[in-house]
């Protein structure tokens, strides 16, 4: 099974960036990257340095009770956005996530897990070939942070 990684929509970056408020109308934070910080722009860890933003995001979900807000990092500019949308990104192998699977009415389906990091692909693969889910949100295990989306290719 083939799957797309999607990054955040550069629409909404750009109306960040520009406006420096999030979907609730909040503040952004612009600073300067410690380095490490996961960059849901182009899906990579940040770089020391490296001028970074931090706001509210809501994933893409029809509406329904599971739609959330949550924070997440991205680079203050545009940036280089993930190239290959195919492969499960480089800089977060190894890293556990949970990869939580929606249904089309935007409700969270049981085929979610915890996967160990060490695979990937395979998880991602078992838990498409269930024909309900329709998406899948990794996020990150420890904040509950999002981090992208995976669909079907």
Request: glycine residues 8%; aromatic residues 8%; charged residues 25%.
């Amino acid at each position: 099974m083939t799957m797309t990684i999607v990054a955040l929509p550069g629409p909404v970056l750009d109306k960040v960036r520009s406006e420096r408020r999030d979907v609730s109308g909040h503040p952004g934070e612009f600073s300067e990257a410690e380095g490490g910080e996961l960059l849901r722009c182009c899906l990579r860890n940040a770089e020391a340095g490296d001028s970074i933003m931090l706001f509210g995001y809501e994933p893409v979900l029809p509406a329904s009770p599971y739609r959330e807000i949550g924070p997440l990092f991205a680079h203050a500019q545009p940036c280089a956005t993930a190239r290959d949308t195919s492969r499960y990104p480089d800089d977060w192998r190894g890293r556990p996530q949970v990869l939580r699977a929606y249904d089309s009415r935007g409700r969270i389906h049981p085929a979610s897990r915890v996967h160990d990091g060490s695979d990937p692909e395979g998880v991602i693969a078992e838990i498409l070939a269930n024909p309900e889910v329709v998406q899948i949100h990794s996020r990150n295990v420890a904040y509950g942070c999002y981090m992208f989306t995976i669909k079907r290719a």
